[in-house]
């Protein structure tokens, strides 16, 4: 039987809990970023309800959220989400793979960026979904097409963030480095890549954004599944409310995406000294 000091270091251990939770629900961002949300909801409620409005073309919250119900229960929702989220990962772990090793390499040695500066400066200004007639007619309409697009979507940001972070490195860094004798790779390796993380982070970030704006065209390309298929085929019967709700769904996993994304880089900057939020 617990004595009372053991019920009283257990319900202070509770509220000690309690305090923490709550402290997190009212964070000023979380707190002030969900009355955004909110706002934005009621202002397209208000446009829906306004009189002389078409509710198949501006549908109510409500509407949604049952066509939300509706798609959730017959299972398309989620066979879709699973099937874009499937697209976007390899799409964007193959891109940003590919353009942190050739922009880490452009960046630190003067024959890499010799060799790839022109051709990252070329491809650059070019947007993803120029090449999606060239992919179509060299690749064809089947899946590898449309992972292609979304690595073109991701490697641009990528390669010119990690380019740029190699390019920004402390030269006091290096010249300690080779004072305690390291070699011009090992340098490269415990130097500059940790020195540019940030910036590949910020290049990681940004092209969760780009992957997911050349989602939805890449899934144009005779895709049988998918939240582009999905958004596209309910345009073509007018179903408003479930084309917002798969814009809905994309705005979540982005979302979702760019959170983990962002706490990878947080976990490895730990040690930088930037400004942090309390």
Same mark, same amino acid.
């Given at each position: ?24 629900? /009212? ?29 198949? %073309? ?13 798609? /959730? ?45 022109? %051709? ?31 690595? %073109? ?114 976990? %490895? ?10």
């Amino acid at each position: 039987r617990p004595d009372a000091r053991e019920v009283a270091a257990a319900q202070g251990a509770h509220a000690s809990f309690v305090v923490r939770a709550l402290r997190r629900l /009212l964070k000023p961002s979380l707190l002030i970023g969900t009355l955004s949300l909110c706002a934005v909801i009621g202002l397209y409620w208000l446009m829906a309800l306004r009189p002389g409005t078409n509710p198949a %073309l501006v549908p109510a919250p409500p509407a949604i959220l049952h066509a939300l119900v509706d798609e /959730l229960a017959s299972g398309d929702l989620l066979v879709n989400a699973a099937a874009s989220l499937q697209r976007v990962v390899i799409g964007y772990v193959i891109g940003a793979s590919l353009a942190l090793l050739l922009g880490a390499l452009a960046g630190w040695f003067r024959l890499g960026g010799y060799i790839l500066n022109p %051709l990252i400066d070329a491809l650059r200004p070019i947007p993803a979904l120029a090449y999606i007639p060239l992919v179509i007619v060299w690749i064809g309409i089947g899946e590898p097409s449309r992972i292609i697009i979304i690595v %073109l979507a991701v490697f641009k940001p990528c390669v010119v963030n990690a380019r740029a972070g190699m390019k920004e490195v402390a030269q006091i860094y290096v010249d300690a480095a080779r004072t305690l004798g390291a070699s011009k790779w090992r340098v490269f390796a415990t130097v500059a890549v940790p020195s540019a993380i940030p910036y590949f982070i910020a290049g990681m970030r940004t092209g969760v954004s780009t992957g997911f704006l050349a989602l939805v065209a890449a899934e144009l390309i005779a895709a049988p599944t998918g939240l582009g298929f999905m958004i596209q085929n309910a345009g073509q019967y007018f179903r408003t409310d479930v084309t917002i709700v798969g814009i809905i769904a994309i705005g979540i996993l982005g979302a979702l995406l760019d959170q983990a994304a962002s706490r990878a880089g947080r976990a %490895l900057t730990a040690w930088s000294e930037v400004r942090r939020e309390p």
